[in-house]
T-cell receptor, first 113, second 110 residues
């Protein structure tokens, strides 16, 4: 049973470009969380999704950021018109149910130049 | 909104010494989880506590959940170099999201 798969592992974007981060949850997991982590800081909640539904996006900036978890395929975190401040590690986690053990992917390190 | 605070932010100990990190939530939690993140790695689940006053042990690690279900602690006895990393608590308040504490980074002098 493969773990949570995130790709790419590293992503470099120029200011103004779009960044698309992908997360395939563990098999059988229908709950996905996205977190952002700055160097040597904690994990900041961004968005919580179930299949085809956004349950809570209170941690996600209203502009430029969007997330989806379609019926088929991975969850996508999209950042439009990236700025230097978007540089961070973005972690995805999945679980079978809300409030149960969450399994994390290895993260995508986004660098905006 | 719900906040989960963790102290201390950093802890540097001599190998063999004990280590404790504390987690406090602004709201009552339905459960609390603990994760460990090695430098450059991703968070890895350690344990979940659900019941008021619950205590669980994993070898040298002891986890406690407060009676009011608003605080928790992780204690490591006789630290080893393999314990190095950042320890996060994560609280679920029956709201939709799991909120992580800011973490305690443990470093160890051999």
């Amino acid at each position: 049973n493969a773990g949570v798969m995130q790709n790419p592992r590293h992503l470099v974007r120029r200011r103004g470009q779009e960044a698309r981060l992908r997360c395939s949850p563990m098999k059988g997991h229908s709950h996905v969380y996205w977190y952002r982590q700055l160097p040597e800081e904690g994990l900041k909640f961004m968005v919580y999704l179930q299949k085809e539904n956004i349950i809570d996006e209170s941690g996600m900036p209203k502009e430029r950021f969007s997330a989806e978890f379609p019926k088929e395929g991975p969850s996508i975190l999209r950042i439009q018109q990236v700025v230097r401040g978007d540089s961070a590690a973005y972690f995805c986690a999945s679980s079978t149910n809300r409030g149960t053990e969450a399994f994390f992917g290895q993260g995508t390190r986004l660098t905006v130049v | 909104g719900q906040q989960v605070m963790q102290i201390p932010q950093y802890q540097h100990v001599q190998e063999g010494e004990d280590f404790t990190t504390y987690c406090n939530s602004s709201t009552t939690l339905s459960n609390i989880q603990w994760y460990k993140q090695r430098p450059g790695g991703h968070p890895v689940f350690l344990i979940q506590l659900v019941k008021s006053g619950e205590v669980k042990k994993q070898k040298r690690l002891t986890f406690q959940f407060g009676e009011a279900k608003k605080n928790s602690s992780l204690h490591i006895t006789a630290t080893q170099t393999t314990d190095v990393g950042t320890y996060f608590c994560a609280g679920d308040s029956s709201a939709s999201k799991i909120i992580f504490g800011s973490g305690t980074r443990l470093s160890i002098r051999p």
